[in-house]
């Protein structure tokens, strides 16, 4: 059971806006940054959004995070279908004194 | 171009110890906080340690599910990071990435990645 929530699965047909839900507790997301990370098929994980809604140089401009108490989004919008992947949040936590994931959300482009 | 490039993997018997390395290059790597993420087949993201940068201890954290069992170690004269498993279990069975860990700006969270190594925990 993971620290973090997210929804197994999102969905949306090209150019429309999806939205991944990260729920945490006080002693993460509610204490620290929140961090997003994207994974391609058969790839390694890269970093999407740090500090909340910072984006990596690289990144496009249709992903976009935000936080809001102990709850964190990812918004992707004009989705096209090189989105589908697994995407993942993640913050550190103060009671753990690590690193939490939630287990991942895998977007389709239908 | 930043590269980290994990070795060491393999099937090990439960019980047994494996080291990995991560060879890095591309920044400077003494300046670095790494950590270790792994992700078991079909599943998801675990952190697995991290180790501070010789200027703010070079000590090391680990998570509760490896603690006493997995150390985190660092040569900066050789820019490797190591990760020694030992008593492994099944359950360690995953694929090993070596991270930087904020490197780019502080906080910027798991900046770049390996292309991860298999670890297979199996009788």
């Known amino acids: 059971q993971s620290v973090l929530t997210q929804p197994p699965s999102a969905s949306g047909t090209p150019g429309q806006r999806v939205v991944i839900s990260c729920s945490g507790s006080?002693?993460?997301?509610?204490?620290?940054?929140v961090y997003w990370y994207q994974q391609l098929p058969g790839t390694a994980p890269r970093l999407l959004i740090y500090?909340?809604?910072e984006r990596p140089s690289g990144v496009p401009d249709r992903f976009s995070g935000s936080k809001s108490g102990s709850s964190a989004s990812l918004a992707i919008s004009g989705l096209r279908t090189e989105d589908e992947a697994d995407y993942y949040c993640?913050?550190?936590?103060?009671?753990?004194?690590?690193?939490?994931f939630g287990r991942g959300t895998n977007v389709a482009v239908l | 171009e930043v590269q980290l490039v994990e070795s060491g993997g393999g099937l090990v018997q439960p019980g047994g110890s494996l080291r990995l390395s991560c060879a890095a290059s591309?920044?400077?790597?003494?300046?670095?906080?790494m950590s270790w993420v792994r992700q078991p087949p079909g599943k998801g993201l675990e952190w697995v340690g991290r180790?501070?940068?010789?200027?703010?201890?070079?000590?090391?954290d680990h998570a509760s599910p490896v603690k006493g069992r997995f150390t985190i170690s660092r040569d900066d004269s050789q820019n490797m990071l190591y990760l020694q498993m030992n008593s492994l279990r099944t359950e360690d069975t995953a694929v090993y990435y070596c991270?930087?860990?904020?490197?780019?700006?502080?906080?910027?969270?798991?900046?770049?990645w390996g292309q991860g190594a298999l670890v297979t925990v199996s009788s």
């Open positions: 180790i501070r940068r010789e200027a703010d201890g070079g000590t090391a």
């Open positions: 500090k909340n809604n």
């Open positions: 991270v930087t860990d904020g490197y780019e700006v502080i906080s910027s969270g798991f900046d770049y």
């Open positions: 006080g002693s993460n997301i509610g204490r620290d940054y």
């Open positions: 993640a913050a550190w936590d103060v009671s753990l004194n690590g690193y939490v």
């Open positions: 591309g920044f400077t790597f003494n300046y670095a906080w």
